[in-house]
């Protein structure tokens, strides 16, 4: 059991990208549920603030990022959500602050 633990993540690493995909998948169909039952516009807000907060911290390698991220980028999101609203509620760059 003691040599499995040890081994499995050799034998299982090339499956972290799909493992990445699904969950990019269900927090996607997750963003698009989401933006039908609550006000977009703080969904957006509170990206952004989390992507300002973020913003300060050390940037990672774009290879490590393929294999352990399990996110999105934060403008990525934002354009999804935009996208995803209802069209009578949009405004153009509702999101930036003074807008």
């Known amino acids: 059991m003691v040599l499995f633990a040890l081994t499995a993540y050799v034998f299982l690493?090339?499956?972290?990208?799909?493992?990445n995909a699904l969950l990019w998948k269900a927090e996607e169909n997750a963003e698009r549920s989401s933006v039908k039952l609550?006000?977009?516009?703080?969904?957006?807000s509170g990206t952004a603030k989390f992507a300002s907060d973020k913003a300060g911290s050390v940037t990672l390698d774009p290879l490590y990022l393929v294999f352990n991220s399990t996110r999105t980028d934060s403008m990525h999101r934002i354009m999804d959500i935009q996208h995803l609203a209802p069209?009578?509620?949009?405004?153009?760059?509702?999101?930036?602050?003074?807008a």
């Not at 690493?13 to 493992?19: A, E, K, S, T």
């Open 13 to 19: 690493f090339p499956l972290i990208p799909l493992r």
């Open 38 to 44: 609550v006000d977009w516009n703080a969904m957006i």
């Open 87 to 98: 069209r009578h509620t949009r405004q153009r760059d509702s999101w930036l602050p003074n």
